[in-house]
């Protein structure tokens, strides 16, 4: 099967759904931890070191891509993609999310992004690239399950699909080279921004956990005029 | 007394100074406003006169020369910048006024210089603008800011020209900003643009009120603090690190520290007794850039009384031991034979001492050379 044509998004939805069905990862274990403090850290620690990973990562494969994708200036319009979970948020919205949902807006997201990576990971032509993705992917599966522990830790149930997301393996209109492409730049942008928008998130977190004592005089030092 | 003859000359003076104030200042001539480029020639002609019409021109107020006049034309050749100025003509006999021009040299805008910063992130950014060279005669910018296809407002600084404000509605976009600026001015026209993700160009403003004290009986220690920039509007949720740059003012080689959070360091590797400049920049956790350094803030370390210019930290000193410790070691005493003998002051017996040996030195050479 070629899997170059055809309808690649629907496919990975497809197995994305799969992935939903598998259990969390072994996070989940609690053997007496102190609370979701410590696990809001490392979950910190996890987008920022994917962060870092991305950045040669996504040079090495807009290189691959070929002009204009791995040009400074290319500013295209946001087209097809429609499935990406996006990062952008109105302010006042993102503000006022309950520790929940902006939990579940990130586990969310990442079980999206991991499926499609894995898609990318698939089609990727060089050793080298596929190895990259591999490592990647990997990486992002832990920052999964990390997400999962602090849910978990909190007492929040974990996302599941709802009814009718499912898709019908049914192939597409052909997807032409260029527009394949597209996708999988608006792709690695979006991880870029998430990953941006999840250290905020995981920051705010990570301060609502902290005993009010500390939280209030961290606050009076900040505006300490 | 022949006081009516004076009187009467007074008031024809009067009259005529009236009646050619009321020519040059007539109100039927405005004068005429008129750009013209640096370098360029031009010819003013004066209104609708003649060519062959008999005129003086004069530029505020001053004659100027007949050799300029192509007819009752004023012809002006490489327009300078002291060329501007109010030009009139007048009817040579009359002195009538037939026109006035305002002239403005300049030159048309080149390509404007445009940046744009978030120092108030995630509340919204800045554009600035300049041109990087002066054309001398009024111009207007025009900016527009687009994200995607949809067009944002850019409201002006209420203090600064040269500035506007633009207001986040979304985080996190991926769609980049575009903001363009046109200027254009009586002689020309022209623009750029600049394009920009929101994360590249957060950039917060220093550290403020960097204080430095010294720490009592810690000769070594400065404890510095700082506070973030008051325009930072959410340090909570979008923490800000800090790094720290410090060194003694006689050297040049900064010493630095990175500090993940907390608005205060404790310096402990000063050199005592020595002044330090230190200074500081934020940068947000995640995105962006580093701010500029900070004012820079002045302390010297604790010292006790009297001032040792040694590195260590030293116990408190009687007088005795002070004059123990500036007498040498007797490892490195240098051996000093007039001593052995009488055991008293110092300086006569070794001057004697040093003459002994040159004359034995001597002695030795001479019997040496004899032996040869």
């Known amino acids: 099967m070629d899997l170059r044509a055809g309808d690649s998004w629907g496919m990975l939805a497809c197995l994305c759904t799969v992935l939903w069905h598998l259990p969390a990862v072994p996070a989940l274990n609690r053997t007496g931890d102190p609370g979701p403090g410590p696990s809001i850290q490392k979950t910190y620690d996890l987008t920022r070191y994917l962060e870092h990973q991305l950045r040669s990562l996504a040079g090495t494969y807009l290189n691959y891509l070929g002009p204009p994708f791995n040009e400074p200036d290319f500013n295209p319009p946001r087209l097809g993609a429609e499935t990406l979970p996006r990062a952008t948020v ?68 974990l996302p599941q699909p709802l009814p009718g997301t499912e898709p019908t393996w049914t192939p597409g209109p052909a997807h032409s080279d260029f527009l394949q492409k597209m996708d999988d730049f608006w792709l690695l942008k979006e991880l870029q921004t998430w990953l941006w928008r999840s250290a905020k998130d995981f920051n705010r977190l990570k301060k609502k956990m902290q005993p009010p004592a500390a939280a209030v005089t961290l606050h009076l030092e900040a505006h300490g005029f | 007394m022949a006081v009516p003859v004076p009187w009467a000359c007074c008031a024809v003076l009067a009259a005529a100074a009236a009646v050619v104030y009321a020519q040059r200042h007539s109100p039927q001539e405005t004068p005429h406003v008129q750009y013209e ?166 950039k917060p403003d220093p550290p403020e009120n960097v204080v430095a004290r010294p ?113 040498p070691p007797p490892t490195t005493k240098i051996c000093d034979p007039g001593e052995l003998g009488s055991g008293g002051g110092p300086s006569a017996p070794f001057f004697i001492s040093v003459l002994v040996t040159l004359a034995l030195a001597a002695a030795a050479a001479a019997a040496g050379s004899l032996l040869i």
């Open chain 1, 90 to 157: 109105n302010l006042d919205v993102w503000r006022s999310l309950n520790d929940r949902l902006r939990l579940t807006q990130n586990y969310e997201a990442y079980s999206h992004l991991l499926c499609y990576l894995r898609g990318l990971n698939r089609q990727a032509a060089t050793a080298e690239l596929r190895r990259s993705l591999a490592h990647f992917c990997t990486s992002l599966q832990g920052l999964l399950g990390s997400i999962a522990g602090v849910m978990a830790a909190l007492g929040y149930p």
């Open chain 2, 37 to 202: 480029r640096l370098g360029s020639d031009v010819t003013l002609p004066c209104g609708t006169a003649n060519w062959d019409a008999a005129v003086t021109w004069r530029v505020n107020g001053t004659d100027l020369a007949p050799d300029l006049l192509n007819g009752s034309q004023l012809v002006l050749r490489g327009l300078e910048l002291g060329h501007s100025g109010l030009y009139a003509c007048f009817h040579r006999d009359s002195w009538h006024l037939r026109h006035q021009v305002l002239l403005n040299v300049g030159l048309p805008p080149r390509e404007p210089v445009l940046s744009c910063r978030s120092n108030t992130y995630p509340k919204g950014f800045y554009c600035s603008w300049h041109l990087p060279s002066p054309t001398y005669i009024p111009n207007t910018f025009n900016v527009t800011v687009l994200h995607g296809s949809k067009i944002m407002v850019c409201e002006k600084d209420p203090a600064l020209k040269n500035r506007c404000h633009i207001r986040y509605m979304h985080l996190f976009s991926t769609v980049k900003y575009k903001v363009s600026i046109s200027v254009s001015n009586a002689l020309g026209h022209n623009t750029t643009a600049i394009t920009f993700d929101e994360f590249t160009i957060v």
């Open chain 2, 215 to 327: 720490v009592p009986s810690n000769p070594r220690r400065l404890e510095v603090t700082w506070q973030t920039p008051s325009t930072w509007p959410d340090p909570e949720s979008f923490p800000l690190k800090f790094f720290l740059r410090y060194r003694p003012l006689i050297l040049d080689q900064w010493q630095h520290v990175e500090l993940s959070d907390g608005t205060a360091h404790t310096i402990t590797d000063a050199y005592a007794g020595k002044e330090y400049i230190i200074q500081v920049a934020a940068k947000d956790n995640e995105i962006g850039t580093w701010s500029d350094w900070s004012v820079a803030a002045h302390a010297t370390p604790w010292t006790e009384e009297p001032r040792h210019l040694t590195t260590e930290a030293q116990a408190p000193e009687t007088t005795a031991s002070t004059t123990s410790s500036l007498a």
